[in-house]
């Protein structure tokens, strides 16, 4: 890999999203084990003064044209494209999120590269890449290796961790000025989240609800032992399509990835869709009276015990354990 590796700075508002840091992380350690060059492609109008914070890339390639802002996937192909005639690279490394989504299928019709998505990791073997990509939903994990070893790699939002991309070092920046033809889609705007509404991705503690809650009147319940552990109550797609929680507090494949310290499923049978949202948690508590729920399978703790059952003596612990600090 004589050429390098690119990577995808991926832009969340005025923002550097956090799946920029991953791969920032993940490609200094395949650039250093190969001994390449590792780049990254910061793209939009006003976004130089992100470049400073890339300080793990040999070299900042900053396009700051304003089409480029909040972009179709189409028109990220071919700034990449046109970047990569600049600054030859071997492996493109990007996201796989809702705004990046589509991105490396049309880059890899543009280059001829081929491309692979839902990458969990990448690894060297032999002086060779391995990717292991996720299929299914996560239900099969497959490791391949590019043909030639040069490709287009989407790695999936959460596979590695973002401190790992940070640093305080200055990267070079070199600015380039491309031609960036009018996309046929044009970014409109922004639809916020109900205001006051808690953002779950960035909370410690989640106490998550599916249909074993039964009612909407239980998510009180679930609500009072969220605020009792210092949390939020999140859910599964059950119960965020019966209405009884906002789209913004949904785990999983149609909703968010996260990963609280802790992660207490009550109800929740666990479909591998949901999974994708909560594996990674470092703590998993399930309860649920199905002993077959799939939830047990990542869970690292769990019983069968009926939620309404425990519930009381839960909370009498929670407060005692509070009372006797």
């Known amino acids: 890999m004589a050429n390098g590796i690119l990577i995808l700075a991926e832009r969340q508002r005025d923002d550097l999203a956090d799946i920029t840091f991953e791969l920032l992380g993940a490609g200094r350690a395949l650039a250093d084990t190969l001994k390449v060059p590792m780049r990254v492609a910061l793209l939009g109008g006003e976004a130089e003064p992100l470049a400073s914070r890339l300080g793990l890339a040999d070299e ?7 089409q480029l802002s909040v972009p179709a996937p189409e028109t ?6 046109a970047l990569m005639e600049e600054r030859p690279a071997d492996l493109v490394l990007l996201g796989v999120t809702n705004a990046s989504l589509g991105v490396g299928s049309f880059l890899s019709l543009r280059t001829g590269l081929p ?8 690894r060297v073997e032999d002086g060779a890449l391995v990717l292991t990509s996720q299929l299914f939903g996560g239900k099969i994990f497959s490791d391949v290796r590019f043909p030639d070893g040069r490709g287009v790699a989407g790695v999936y939002s959460g596979s590695y961790p973002a ?8 990267p070079t ?3 380039l ?23 779950i991705t960035k909370q410690a503690i989640l106490v998550s609800v599916g249909r074993g809650i039964q009612t909407r009147d239980n998510i009180e319940m679930a609500e009072q032992l969220a605020q009792a552990l210092g949390g939020a109550v999140s859910g599964s797609r059950p119960v965020i399509d019966q ?5 913004t507090r949904q785990v999983g494949k149609s909703g968010v990835s996260v990963k609280p ?61 509070k009372a006797a600090r």
């Open 243 to 247: 209405g009884w929680l906002p789209l």
């Open 163 to 170: 401190d790992a991309g940070r640093s305080d070092r200055t």
């Open 60 to 66: 900042v390639l900053l396009v700051p044209h304003p």
């Open 115 to 122: 491309y692979i998505s839902y990458c969990r990791g990448i």
């Open 76 to 81: 990220v192909a071919a700034a990449l494209k």
């Open 261 to 321: 310290r802790l992660y207490l499923a009550l109800g929740i049978s666990g479909a591998p869709e949901h999974q994708e949202g909560m594996k990674d948690a470092p703590l998993i508590v399930a309860v649920n009276t199905d002993p077959s729920a799939p939830i047990f399978d990542v869970a690292h703790y769990g019983t069968t015990t009926d939620l309404f059952d425990l519930f009381g003596p839960l909370m009498a612990a929670i407060e005692q354990r």
């Open 177 to 199: 000025d491309l031609q960036v033809t009018a996309p046929a889609v044009t970014f409109e705007r922004f639809i916020e989240p109900p205001a006051g509404d808690v953002d």
């Open 173 to 175: 920046v070199t600015k």
